[in-house]
């Protein structure tokens, strides 16, 4: 992804857009930042009036619940006023093109677009064609990139388990579509991250997967030997129709994370993942409550982060969270 | 179209005269009667010239065949008409254009070919031919009367970019064209392969999230094709190949014998999946841009032959057909008028000499649409001429285009080659003032 749309000429976020073509620096700036901004959520007064005055609009052409609701959560301690706007993908079909959604919200003043689009690039669309002192945060773009998401899954490791240049990551189920796998991917080998495998049969696993710095198996017990970090990926029960699985069943025996499965892994190996969980298909449920699972720590961490992030594209090299607690 | 043939007499003076069909490659002069060439080299002496163009320094041409060029009319003159997208073609250097079926209505019927020709009587820059639909409705089920499009004057048929998914009606089709001694235009892809795709199946598309064509969707379709073509002995043109397998298939057919030929789009020769990197929409394209692999097995197979043609493969589009994210914006490019300059670059770089580069826009599209008045500087032939500047530079800008259409991948590309002057029949249709 093009690095100077998402970066000012000082080298400062503008937009978040992708993890692909940010620097070790932001990233870890972004994490350390998210440390900052924890301690918000933890005082009884849950707020800091660091975007005071903005008003940010929270645009979803796809359904959402986490994502939103985390990313509302986090504009609002950060005391922005916030505008919800959820456009199903055929009504947008039917009325006015995304530009002019778009420029009648310009209109409105609003200074920051947070935007989920089942295009893959539709944020990178609207970064270019909004006036500069405009933000666009990337919530999820079709099979492209999920970048806070990712951010917060890098606050989650490296809360649990310190630098990432020793970790062994493995990524479990559907990478063909998910923008999750991707901007995980990115942000761990961007962070140091030296041994990141993704488990998947060939159906889900994208062409030229190798090219992005990992290793594919097509056996979980191969892939998850001495893992430090299992992230599993939800599976969409649309995958049974293309011809991608036969059934949940098979997916379940063949890639569904087990406690013998997990017993392969590193002593402390933690599990994640990115939610809405499908217990039974991905995951058994034993796992997923157990006490390596990290996955509701994972979705605390996503409000400091997300508070970060939105507080860097919206200072541009003024304020950070050091400044506002 | 509307031009009646010229009848005055028009000498061509001192240009560097490049015709491909006749090897000719000297400085001399070019006469032109009544719309026809009547000398290439000398200047007869009972010749009397009515006019003389002084071409001294410029290169004189046959003008350019295009296979593939969509003027969007009928049904889609919000991005392009006869008229609009002619004209750019003759601005490009092309004096002869092919409009594939996929029209709004589709060529299915005679009447759409009537239509269109009657339109273009009215307000062509440049010949403008028509392939028929081999499918009523390019649907791939029941097949269209080529016999009365063939009448009303299809240079052949074709099913567009849709193809004819069910084997036994693509079967019935190459044989009843055939019948109707049609060459059958056919741009493969297999349908199943590519459906939802936007992009190159490859680390590009993988990256950028984007739903990928495998280059198996080419090469598996020009597989089950050849094998019909040894079936029905139907003559088939493969257009717009993109890939290097499927390429070194059709290069074996070649080789024993059977009755095939091939083209490239020129934006294949010079573009890859890298291009798609920052999602510009102007680079989604069908086929896709694929590797550089690809791109230098399709630049070797002009150099030897395989690929007998290079064609623009024109797509204006209005602008709100590209204000959307990538994969959801239509496909194609406006291209026609780059096409010249990126066929002569070729000769720069060395891929091929600058004849048998010209040839793959003008006497071999001439062999394969089996027109025998055009496509070359030999006397007898009709006078649709180019005289080029070889030596201008230009850089390609939104203003600059004449096609309605300013998707051009190629904006801000410096390019060497402009036409001055470009004659139709003996007729300035275009001159670059």
Redesign the interface.
């Given at each position: 992804?093009?690095r100077s749309?998402q970066l000012d000429e000082h080298g400062q976020l503008r937009h978040f857009l992708s993890i692909?073509g940010l620097k070790r620096p932001l990233l870890e700036h972004i994490l350390d930042s998210a440390e900052a901004f924890t301690s918000v959520g933890n005082q009884q007064v849950k707020k800091v009036p660091l975007l005071r005055g903005r008003t940010i609009a929270n645009l979803f052409f796809e359904p959402s619940t986490r994502t939103r609701t985390t990313f509302e959560l986090a504009e609002k301690r950060l005391s922005a006023d916030v505008l919800n706007l959820n456009i199903s993908a055929s009504a947008a079909k039917k009325g006015e093109?995304?530009?002019d959604t778009l420029q009648n919200l310009v209109a409105m003043q609003i200074d920051m677009f947070v935007v989920r689009?089942a295009?893959?690039?539709?944020p990178?669309?609207i970064a270019q064609?909004m006036p500069d002192h405009i933000s666009v945060i990337n919530a999820g773009?079709?099979?492209?990139?999920h970048p806070t998401q990712a951010m917060l899954d890098m606050f989650t490791i490296r809360k649990t388990k310190g630098a990432f240049e020793p970790l062994k990551v493995a990524i479990i189920g559907d990478i063909l579509h998910s923008?999750v796998a991707?901007s995980q991917i990115h942000a761990l080998s961007i962070l140091g991250c030296q041994d990141i495998r993704v488990i998947a049969p060939r159906t889900l696993t994208?062409?030229?997967?190798a090219?992005?710095g990992v290793h594919s198996y097509a056996r979980i017990e191969e892939g998850i030997e001495d893992a430090d970090v299992i992230i599993v990926l939800r599976l969409q029960k649309e995958r049974m129709t293309g011809a991608f699985l036969p059934s949940e069943h098979e997916y379940f025996q063949d890639f569904g994370l087990t406690p013998e499965r997990l017993r392969l892994a590193a002593p402390n190996a933690i599990v994640m993942h990115p939610g809405p969980m499908n217990r039974g298909v991905e995951i058994e449920s034993c796992v997923a409550d157990s006490d390596r699972s990290v996955i509701l720590q994972q979705v605390t961490n996503g409000i400091a982060v997300r508070m970060a992030i939105l507080a860097m594209c919206m200072s541009r090299g003024g304020m950070d969270a050091e400044a506002a607690t | 179209m509307s031009m009646k043939s010229e009848h005055r007499c028009l000498r061509i003076r001192g240009g560097r005269l490049l015709d491909p069909a006749t090897g000719t490659d000297r400085i001399g002069d070019l006469c032109i009667a009544e719309g026809r060439i009547i000398a290439l080299g000398e200047t007869p002496s009972d010749f009397t010239a009515d006019e003389t163009i002084d071409a001294n320094g410029l290169w004189v041409c046959p003008g350019l065949i295009d296979l593939s060029n969509r003027v969007r009319e009928p049904g889609e003159e919000h991005k392009g008409t006869i008229a609009s997208e002619t004209r750019a073609a003759a601005s490009g250097g092309v004096t002869t254009l092919v409009v594939p079926p996929d029209t709004v209505p589709p060529i299915d019927n005679p009447s759409v070919v009537e239509l269109i020709r009657d339109r273009a009587k009215d307000s062509s820059h440049s010949w403008v031919l028509t392939l028929g639909a081999m499918t009523v409705g390019l649907q791939g089920q029941q097949l269209t009367e080529m016999g009365a499009l063939r009448r009303e004057g299809v240079v052949g048929v074709s099913n567009g970019l849709e193809g004819i998914r069910d084997t036994r009606v693509l079967r019935r089709a190459l044989e009843y064209a055939a019948t109707q001694e049609l060459p059958v235009f056919i741009q493969p892809q297999d349908a199943w392969l590519s459906e939802g795709g936007c992009a190159h199946?490859?680390?590009v598309?993988?990256?950028?999230?984007?739903?990928?064509i495998?280059s198996a969707a080419e090469a598996a379709e020009v597989s089950r094709v050849l094998a019909l073509i040894r079936l029905t002995h139907a003559r088939v043109h493969f257009c717009r190949l993109s890939n290097h397998r499927a390429l070194s298939l059709v290069a074996e057919a070649i080789q024993q014998g059977l009755p095939v030929t091939c083209d490239v789009a020129a934006h294949q020769l010079y573009l890859t999946e890298m291009d798609l990197?920052?999602?510009n929409p102007n680079v989604h394209l069908q086929p896709p841009l694929r590797t550089q692999r690809d791109l230098q097995a399709l630049r070797t197979g002009l150099g030897n032959g395989t690929v007998s043609a290079i064609c623009s493969d024109h797509q204006p589009h209005d602008l709100?057909a590209k204000?959307?994210?990538?994969?959801?914006t239509e496909a194609g490019a406006s291209t026609v008028e780059t096409l010249l300059p990126l066929v002569l670059r070729l000769a720069e770089e060395g891929e091929l000499s600058l004849l048998d580069a010209l040839a793959c826009v003008t006497q071999n599209p001439a062999q394969i649409l089996g027109l025998e008045e055009s496509g070359s500087l030999a006397p007898g032939h009709r006078a649709d001429v180019i005289l080029v500047d070889p030596e201008a530079w230009w850089t390609v800008n939104t203003d600059q285009l004449l096609s309605e259409g300013k998707n051009s991948p190629f904006l801000g590309w410096e390019l060497k080659g402009r036409v001055r002057r470009t004659l139709l029949a003996g007729r300035t249709l275009y001159e670059l003032i």
């Open positions: 992804m093009s749309l692909e093109s995304l530009l689009h295009a893959s690039g539709a990178h669309y064609a773009d079709g099979q492209h990139e923008r991707r994208p062409a030229h997967l090219d992005m | 199946e490859g680390a598309a993988t990256r950028l999230g984007l739903p990928g495998p990197s920052d999602y709100d204000s959307a994210p990538f994969m959801e």
